[in-house]
């Protein structure tokens, strides 16, 4: 590995200064941009055309409903997942604690751990796409509510 390591190091300082000259070349091109633009337009142009009307707050994102919805879906896929695991399997992980050598019945003790993985996995994935079904109904509801306002 260590035939890598210097054109590895070497390639990383190339990328760092390319990015940074990069930088400073798209900050200076911006404002060339600005000062262009600026140069056409004349304040008196927007003189009491200003106004803020209902329409710019309307368009609301609703990513933080959808991820809140999903965790909270994911939260509670997890601890059904939990209740299911216990009342179906009992104490899954004292199967394998056995207090005579050779007693142990690893395939059992094996096929309940996927059982349960398939359990956690399952209502979790349920109730992540139940919470999102529900970011979506409450988003249609408000979308709906003031397309009639």
Known sequence: MDFITIPLVVGMITLGIYKLFELFVRKRERLTIIEKISEKFDTSMFENQVSFSTKVFNNI????LKVGCLLIGVGLGLMVGFFISMFA???YNLLSVSFT????????????KEMVGIVYGASVFIFGGIGLLVAFIL???YTGKNKKN
Request: aromatic share 14%.
């Open 61 to 64: 994102s609703f990513g933080s």
């Open 89 to 91: 399997f009992g104490n």
């Open 101 to 112: 050598p050779g007693a142990i019945d690893w395939d059992k003790v094996n096929q309940v």
């Open 139 to 141: 988003e249609m509801k």
